[in-house]
């Protein structure tokens, strides 16, 4: 049994603090060493890139360019699998997963949070291709070239894709580029079901009816999602799991609620892990990577059956993946 983890924040943790490598990361929930003692097989890793000019998060002395922290945080990666090739392998297509898993290393897939760096051209989204980034989140928390991202506001989460958007979502679909609604707002996530002839995915969102945050999806998000063969990532911060969003407390028995909550709202092809680890702050009952399985045991006492848990660990996930990646 191996899980795959769907979104972490953890090059962010690791270019902050100017290491070489994320191999040891002191205090965070996500580091190579960690990964080692877990049952994943793989860790989807997210090359976050906020439009607000915070540099303290990263350890600039200013804010750079998208594309210099992007390819920053790329060499973070590879610097870190090539120094523990026994164990570590990049991905940059779907038979890699399995050649990998049967080599024995847990796989590293590049992901992007915010396709800011895009900046409505095409030829962008061609070039994340080829510098093998499979999943791409279109926004994060500001509007960008794709559309609006999740708001309070009610008109601003109607608002459709941009017509660049649109047009993006099919040329994504031939790249092999996984499109990620995860923080982006309900118009949006309507216009990617209408034009994306492939699955996609919410790699790190619950289900808004147990805790209604903008950030989460409603009931007919989640059988759109399902509908589409897409999955949803159980994301694990309080503030996605609570019915009191300003509550931060990630607790087990919560996890639960809304993994077979969602399942039962979207099916069991539905549901994958998307943990946010290294993306937030709060009191976890799973700390970090390396605990999983007080998780995975509560999920079958729930009732969760063999069949169901082999598809919300991985294999939802490697369906949808197998499906888009080109």
């Known amino acids: 049994m191996g899980y795959i983890d769907m979104h972490c924040d953890t090059l962010m943790v690791g270019l902050s603090r100017k290491m070489d ?6 205090g965070s929930q996500i580091d190579f060493s960690k990964l080692k003692n877990s049952p994943v097989k793989a ?37 870190s699998i090539e120094e523990d090739r026994d164990h570590f392998a990049f991905v940059k297509k779907y038979d890699d997963l399995r050649a990998n898993e049967e080599a024995g290393k847990i796989s590293c897939i590049l992901t992007i949070e915010n396709g800011v760096l895009v900046d409505g051209d095409m030829e962008k989204l061609k070039k994340l291709a080829d510098l093998d980034v499979k999943v791409i989140a279109l926004t994060w928390n500001d509007p960008n070239c794709f559309g609006q991202c999740c708001s309070d506001d009610g008109q601003l989460m109607q608002m459709p894709l941009t017509d660049f958007g649109r047009e993006a979502i099919p040329v994504m679909n031939d790249l092999g580029i996984v499109v990620d609604v995860s923080h982006l707002n309900e118009g949006g996530f309507y216009d990617v079901a209408r034009c994306s002839a492939k699955p996609f995915v919410a790699t790190h ?47 087990v028995e919560r996890l639960c609620d809304h993994a077979m909550y969602m399942m039962n709202k979207g099916g069991e092809d539905l549901i994958a892990i998307g943990t946010d680890f290294d993306g937030g702050i709060g009191d976890l009952e799973i700390p970090s990577c390396d605990h ?17 848990f082999d598809k919300f660990t991985h294999e939802n996930v490697e369906r949808v993946l197998k499906e888009c990646w080109v």
Not at 45 to 56: C, R, V, W
């Open 43 to 79: 860790q989807m890793f997210a090359a976050f890139l906020p439009q607000s000019e915070i540099e303290e998060w990263f350890g600039y002395d200013h804010y750079p360019d998208y594309f210099d922290l992007f390819n920053d945080m790329r060499d973070l990666l590879l610097r």
């Open 292 to 308: 999983m399985e007080v998780l995975f045991e509560a999920l079958k006492k729930r009732g969760m059956t063999q069949r169901q």
């Open 21 to 26: 490598t994320i191999q040891r990361l002191e």
């Open 205 to 251: 969102s619950n289900a808004f009816a147990l805790s209604p945050s903008p950030r989460n999806l409603k009931d007919d998000q989640i059988r759109t999602l399902a509908d589409k063969g897409g999955v949803s990532g159980l994301n694990f911060y309080g503030g996605f799991l609570n019915e009191d969003i300003d509550d931060e407390e990630s607790r």
